[in-house]
């Protein structure tokens, strides 16, 4: 069985942990205050922003995942949190003689540019302007650059338990519709986010980078629709953008619009991976069935 760190052991890193504990790896997660890790995962008190926290990292480690997210949406934590804590983990590792097999980085298609609903893969350049795109990028490339076997997951929308701001948004009514072209939206559900992980781990020959989204890229527009659908409510009102009253998520429909493209996951496929949740219409409606 292996030896596995978890650095940034969030939600995502969490599920994963509880995945890999069950199979019988030996799991390490990372975090500022661990104790709320559920039984598996050892808890490891550490900050990735800290390196005089790292000086005591488990002994010959088999794996590394870097999940860490950015402490809020400004330059100074996305730098924090995808580039000095990479640098910092990736030091540590090297001054206590560790030899990983692989490195796992969890990314985010925010690193690219393209906003007219093109098709991307992992052949496209990944280019954007915005600070968030291009720490994420400088953290994917100091892991490449590593000497280890370093693989890149670049994640869509993360969706799921705990993660269901659309659900609300269309149950309360503040959800809205954009006239015009569509703004194609990319998502995957945690469990699902934890499978790649763990699927890419142990794959053998992995490619280095994948991108990590279901099978259907869809306009925003249609999921909203079809989960007031579900929920019996009446559809999200189609706005030009502008809000009719405060709190109506035209802030996150702007940013969804700078972000329309279509993700294709046809190499994370082709790689054995099977989806549990292959379109948002699976994964909403086994959330929307837990809640009752």
């Not at 488990?58 to 995942?65: E, K, Q, R, S, T």
């Not at 945690?190 to 306009?219: I, M, S, T």
Request: net charge neutral; aromatic share 8%.
């Amino acid at each position: 069985m292996a030896r596995i760190l978890i650095a940034g052991c969030g939600d995502v890193g969490t599920a994963l942990g509880r995945n890999l504990s069950t199979a019988g790896h030996d799991v390490w997660g990372l975090k500022r205050r661990p104790l709320d890790l559920p039984a598996g995962i050892q808890p490891l008190a550490a900050d990735l922003t800290d390196p005089t926290t790292l000086a005591a990292l488990p002994a010959a480690l088999d794996y590394i995942v870097y999940s860490a997210a950015a402490a809020g949406f400004g330059e100074e934590a996305y730098q924090s949190a995808y580039v000095a804590g990479v640098r910092h983990l990736l030091d540590a590792l090297r001054q206590a003689g560790q030899q990983p097999k692989r490195l796992l980085f969890t990314s985010s298609t925010s690193v690219y540019a393209q906003n007219q609903g093109e098709w991307v893969d992992e052949d496209s350049p990944a280019e954007a302007s915005g600070f968030s795109g291009r720490c994420i990028r400088q953290g994917e490339q100091l892991l490449w650059d590593s000497g280890w076997p370093a693989v890149a997951v670049r994640f869509g929308g993360i969706y799921g338990p705990g993660r269901t701001r659309m659900i609300d948004s269309v149950r309360d009514g503040t959800a809205t519709r954009s006239a015009g072209p569509p703004l194609y939206t990319n998502r995957i559900h945690r469990d699902d986010c934890a499978r790649v992980l763990e699927h890419l781990l142990f794959l053998p020959e992995p490619a280095p980078l994948y991108l990590a989204v279901d099978d259907d890229p869809a306009p925003l527009n249609d999921v909203l629709s079809w989960l007031a659908g579900q929920l019996g409510v009446p559809e999200p009102a189609l706005t030009d953008g502008s809000p009719a009253k405060p709190g109506t998520g035209t802030r996150e429909v702007a940013a969804r619009m700078r972000a329309s493209k279509r993700c294709r996951n046809a190499r994370l496929r082709a790689s054995g991976f099977s989806f549990r949740y292959p379109s948002y219409r699976d994964g909403y409606a086994a959330l929307l069935c837990q809640e009752h």
